[in-house]
């Protein structure tokens, strides 16, 4: 498996960095996808031995270079950021143009295998324009030559991920929340390192090649609930109270005024939290088994990673000594 090339898209994002290191550390020759490789050489002044490849999904640019020689590739990439060029499109737009030029640039430089980290949610359940368009990108890359893996998350717990960032500035600067319904939406997180250990597991384990897989974490909470969680984790106290009149639009203007999330992220999230996202299929535990990190213990490391903002604890043993 090291012998082959793996070309990593999104590389500059919250999971690809992560899956970057990892590979880094066992050894696994990896190409990095990216727009900028300034933004990439200051992100990670030490892995100056990485090779990158300047391109971009959505204008399909630099892609045929990326991909030549390479046997599997990562596509970890949204449209949902502030993001340069394109203007006038919707993130779904974009994404579906992203999914479409990297399906074809791969199967003409023979890549074996696309692994896609999409989204949750049952289709035909309400699901929102953001979930939808993770599982369009979902099915335009499985519907050409290569054989496309997508692993389906929910919530993933991990310091610099959007969904954990909200949820921490809220508890941390709210004691008394006032929540629309959708704070009781059931969801099922899932720790940033049991989501690396599936998708570094796909490539090792052939079965996995052109097929869906749902991945979450042990334990089911209510939204409600994962902020009480987070919060005890901190020794704080905190109430949170529902009203049926707060929309979804309302909400996420006012998570925009307590979070530093952009707007262009927290409007699709948010939209996302009328639907359940939990795992209804475990048949990914036959074949990648994996310990998977309890809430607490994930939230914990999570926030002894954190380097700036409320919750930040300095180290691992800071927040062991609490629990
Ligand atoms: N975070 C979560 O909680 C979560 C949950 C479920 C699923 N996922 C899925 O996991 C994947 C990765 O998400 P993430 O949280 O790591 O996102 P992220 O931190 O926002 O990173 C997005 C990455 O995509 C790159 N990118 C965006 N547009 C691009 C383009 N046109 N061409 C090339 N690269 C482009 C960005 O590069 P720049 O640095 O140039 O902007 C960045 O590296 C996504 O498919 C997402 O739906 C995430």
């Known amino acids: 498996m090291k012998d082959q090339l793996v070309l990593l898209t999104g590389a500059t994002g919250f999971i690809g960095g992560r899956l970057l290191r990892r590979f880094h550390e066992q050894g696994i020759r990896v190409r990095c996808l990216v727009r900028s490789p300034k933004k990439f050489q200051t992100l990670y002044p030490n892995l100056s031995d990485i090779e990158l490849a300047e391109g971009d999904l959505v204008q399909g640019t630099g892609l045929?270079?990326?991909l030549q020689g390479v046997q599997a590739s990562?596509?970890?990439?949204?449209s949902m950021g502030p993001s340069p060029g394109s203007a006038g499109k919707g993130f779904a737009e974009k994404d579906r143009l992203a999914a479409r030029n990297f399906r074809r640039a791969a199967e003409e430089a023979g890549v074996e295998r696309i692994i896609y980290l999409s989204g949750l949610g049952e289709q035909g359940?309400?699901?929102?324009?953001?979930?939808?368009?993770?599982q369009e990108v979902g099915q335009i890359l499985a519907s050409g030559t290569v054989a496309a893996t997508e692993l389906r998350a929910g919530v993933i717990i991990g310091s610099g991920g959007a969904s954990f960032e909200i949820i921490r500035y809220l508890t941390e600067r709210l004691p008394v929340m006032v929540a629309p319904r959708w704070v009781d939406t059931r969801c099922q997180p899932i720790y940033v390192e049991n989501v690396l250990d599936y998708l570094a597991g796909c490539l090792e384990v052939p079965e996995t090649a052109g097929q869906i897989f749902e991945i979450c974490g042990p334990d089911?909470?209510?939204?409600?609930e994962l902020m009480l969680t987070y919060a005890r984790v901190r020794g704080l106290t905190r109430f949170i109270l529902t009203v049926p009149v707060l929309t979804p639009k309302l909400s996420s203007y006012w998570v925009q005024l307590v979070t530093p999330i952009p707007g262009s992220l927290v409007q699709p999230l948010i939209?996302?939290?009328k639907s359940e996202v939990i795992c209804l299929d475990t048949r990914i535990h036959d074949l990648i088994p994996v310990r998977l990190i309890p809430m607490e213990e994930a939230i914990c490391t999570a926030l002894s990673e954190e380097e700036q903002g409320p919750g930040a604890l300095p180290s691992r043993q800071a927040c062991l000594f609490r629990e």
């Open 64 to 66: 045929a270079e990326a």
């Open 271 to 273: 939209g996302g939290l």
């Open 125 to 134: 359940s309400g699901l929102s324009t953001h979930l939808s368009s993770r």
């Open 220 to 224: 089911q909470f209510s939204y409600r």
């Open 74 to 78: 990562y596509y970890l990439v949204h």
